[in-house]
């Protein structure tokens, strides 16, 4: 009977497997063909400096449009991408993409935006990578500087050593280098002297709670100081409210990011909303 129910259990087992990689294969084919059909877009959300209270980049966010699931966010479609070589593929796409609208910033006059681009960290291991950077670079024309690369504390510590030939790779083409979800990672400070990096990226999930956590607060306020200090520059995640952009700039926040200034949004739309920003004084909370 013992044998019997165990093979019970792993054909049980097996079944809701096969459902699991069904749905994962089945997402992967359509992610495929949603490559095919032009159904991706890249967003883009306001980087506002906290000094000025101007908008200076932006982020490319990733968005799938299917025809019948509607808008699918990047943590539903970058994990199944990231287990098979879409990824290579995907990630592929999003540099072309963000290299032509730098150049389209370039001909509509806001040439000194920069744009900052999320990379997987596939992408990151890939020997590919610096090569096609120079080669999008060149046909799109644009000023290597205005790219801005976020990698996260765990792409950049799978492996150091590599990480630090391509961070240094890099630095050499004036790209710049971000560190996304800065803390959340399980990595020590020590690498942040061992990476040609420029900038750091604070967690939403340490901006959220300032004004009623103050454990976040001092986070937040030691990440400012800390990146200063190594010379980095600081732009602070989801910001949604104007206590968390006023402390924020208390604290010498370079820049800040979130629904307060505005969401992600189409590249037709960000240009309107550039247009209206130029029109207005720049009002930062
Ligand atoms: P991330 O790079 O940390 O991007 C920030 C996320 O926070 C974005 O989610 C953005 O829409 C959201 N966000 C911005 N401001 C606020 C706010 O004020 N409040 C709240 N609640 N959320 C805010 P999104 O677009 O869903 O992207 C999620 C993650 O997917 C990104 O996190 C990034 O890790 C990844 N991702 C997005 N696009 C790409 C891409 O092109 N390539 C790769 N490899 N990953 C991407
Ligand atoms: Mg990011
Ligand atoms: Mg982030
Ligand atoms: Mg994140």
Not at 10 to 29: I, K, L, Y
Not at 241 to 267: H, I, K, N, V, W
Request: charged share 25%; with cysteine.
């Amino acid at each position: 009977a013992a044998k019997s129910e165990g093979r019970g259990n792993f054909q049980f087992f097996s079944q809701a497997m096969n459902a699991a990689t069904h749905e994962r294969v089945m997402m992967e084919n359509r992610l495929w063909q949603a490559l095919g059909e032009n159904q991706f877009e890249l967003y883009l959300q306001p980087q506002v400096s906290l000094g000025s209270g101007d908008v200076v980049g932006a982020e490319a966010l990733l968005r799938w449009h299917h025809p019948e699931l509607g808008m699918v966010t990047p943590s539903r479609v970058i994990p199944i991408a990231e287990e098979s070589n879409l990824i290579f593929a995907l990630g592929d796409w999003v540099l072309v993409r963000a290299t032509e609208v730098l150049a389209e910033w370039r001909r509509d006059g806001m040439q000194t935006l920069r744009l900052a681009v999320n990379l997987s960290a596939r992408q990151c291991q890939g020997r590919e990578l610096l090569p096609r950077l120079d080669q999008l670079i060149a046909r799109a024309g644009i000023d290597p500087a205005l790219l801005e690369l976020e990698i996260t504390e765990s792409t950049a510590m799978r492996d150091p050593e590599a990480t630090r030939g391509l961070l240094r790779e890099l630095r050499e083409r004036g790209i710049h280098v971000a560190i996304d979800d800065f803390g959340t990672g399980y990595s020590s400070l020590s690498y942040l002297k061992l990476f040609a990096i420029d900038r750091i990226k604070i967690d939403r999930g340490f901006v959220t709670d300032i004004e009623t956590d103050a454990n976040d607060a001092a986070i937040v306020t030691a990440t400012v100081s800390l990146a200063h200090s190594l010379g980095l520059t600081v732009v602070a995640e989801g910001v949604e409210t104007a206590y968390q952009s006023s402390f924020l700039r208390s604290r010498g926040c370079d820049e800040a990011q979130g629904y307060l200034f505005a969401r992600p949004m189409p590249a037709a739309e960000f240009r309107s909303f550039m247009q209206a920003a130029r029109a207005r004084p720049a009002v930062v909370p």
